[in-house]
């Protein structure tokens, strides 16, 4: 996991970093700090989250390691795939 605001001192300097980072795969996902979502780079709802709440991830299992759940927006199907085994454990 990496924090956005950890990618440089100007957001000149963040995007640069991580331009690069995505262009070696070191980074796939983003995810959204203070509520423990992640997601796809393009998702309409990280773009308008905070820079110093916004996390990147290399990819989905590194995400779910760190508490991470999916965002109901761009990955609907894993949602709904992490919502159903959530409702399993509360019945258990």
Same mark, same amino acid.
């Given at each position: 996991?990496?924090?956005?605001?950890?990618?440089? &001192?100007? !957001? !000149?300097?963040?995007? $640069?970093?991580?331009?690069?980072?995505? %262009?070696?795969?070191?980074?796939?996902?983003?995810?959204? *700090?203070?509520?423990?979502?992640?997601? %796809?780079?393009?998702? !309409?709802? &990280? $773009?308008?989250? $905070?820079?110093?709440?916004?996390?990147?991830?290399?990819?989905?299992?590194? !995400?779910?390691?760190?508490?991470?759940?999916? =965002?109901?927006? =761009?990955?609907?199907? *894993?949602? $709904?795939?992490? *919502?159903? *085994?959530?409702?399993?454990?509360?019945?258990?």
């Amino acid at each position: 996991m990496v924090r956005h605001m950890d990618l440089g &001192g100007t !957001a !000149a300097d963040r995007t $640069k970093s991580l331009s690069s980072f995505i %262009r070696k795969g070191e980074i796939t996902l983003g995810g959204y *700090k203070k509520a423990k979502i992640y997601g %796809r780079l393009n998702c !309409a709802s &990280g $773009k308008r989250m $905070k820079v110093e709440h916004r996390v990147f991830f290399r990819d989905e299992a590194d !995400a779910v390691s760190h508490g991470y759940r999916p =965002c109901a927006h =761009c990955m609907r199907e *894993k949602y $709904k795939e992490w *919502k159903t *085994k959530q409702q399993g454990l509360e019945h258990t």
